[in-house]
């Protein structure tokens, strides 16, 4: 019995490269600034429905898991336009049978993948560079503290002055406050020892009694650690969606780059793509 061969794709000739990086640097820009506009979009969204409040950051799950769904279809959508068209605008080798054809398409839609990423991820690095420059990182470790973003309004009404005279400096304790605050996260709690001694900076900063000073401290550890909860969750659940978005960018990259090299071929197309090319 005779076995039919495998068919060849008549191609022009190519030079016996088996990277051509112009499709993939092309394919990577675009799924870049693809990425960079829907992003935007969505922030743009985002600023319009969210409320300025600290006390409003504890935003629902519905809305955090709906911004993680967001982030994987502009992934799959950013990263499936890049590895289309550096498919469809790579030169394939002449007399190249369709599998290994198929399979050089792929690699340049994970090359274009892995590029745009890079590229992302630098783009993200010199935005934070950029807002951290602007923020107090210049003030000295005694006088910052990592919990003031997160838990600045809980330490505002912790240290709200009962008799205080006015514009008196307090960041050297909201920077200790916050570090302690912090600590109620771990396992095991806050530590006594700190809770006594948040206890005694609160009562000598404001003016309040012993007592009072204790409730607003246990007011606040309670307030800090919900506030940290929330915050961990959903950076869970974000930077899950993160993952997931870049892993099934990558499958995405690799079938619209095959699917765009037999577009180039005369082939036929993927039903899921037939309808969109």
């Known amino acids: 019995m005779s076995v039919a061969a495998e068919p060849i794709v008549p191609v022009v000739d190519a030079p016996a490269r088996y990277a051509h990086w112009t499709p993939i640097i092309l394919g990577a820009v675009i799924a870049t600034a693809l990425s960079s506009i829907m992003l935007a979009f969505a922030a743009t969204i985002g600023l319009g429905v969210t409320s300025t409040a600290p006390t409003w950051r504890d935003a629902s799950v519905a809305l955090v898991l709906l911004s993680g769904l967001y982030l994987i279809i502009q992934a799959v959508i950013s990263f499936g336009v890049g590895g289309y068209i550096a498919g469809r605008t790579r030169t394939a080798r002449a007399a190249a049978h369709v599998s290994e054809t198929e399979h050089r398409d792929g690699l340049h839609g994970l090359a274009a993948w892995g590029l745009a990423v890079m590229l992302g991820a630098l783009l993200a690095a010199l935005v934070g560079s950029a807002a951290i420059t602007r923020s107090n990182s210049t003030l000295p470790a005694a006088r910052s503290s990592a919990a003031e973003p997160l838990l600045s309004y809980e330490l505002d009404r912790l240290f709200r002055p009962s008799r205080r005279p006015a514009n008196v400096d307090l960041a050297a304790e909201r920077a200790e406050a916050g570090r302690i605050l912090l600590t109620t996260s771990s396992h095991s709690g806050i530590a006594a020892d700190d809770r006594a001694y948040l206890v005694q900076m609160v009562a000598g900063t404001t003016g309040l009694t012993v007592a009072d ?37 990558a499958v995405i990259a690799w079938a619209a780059a095959a699917a765009g090299g037999r577009h180039r ?5 993927p039903g899921w793509l037939d309808g969109m090319v």
């Open 213 to 249: 000073a204790e409730k607003r401290a246990d007011t606040a550890v309670a307030n800090a650690k919900a506030a940290i909860d929330r915050s961990r969750r959903s950076t869970v659940i974000l930077a899950f969606s993160v993952a997931t978005a870049l892993l099934l960018g």
């Open 265 to 269: 071929d005369g082939g036929p197309m």
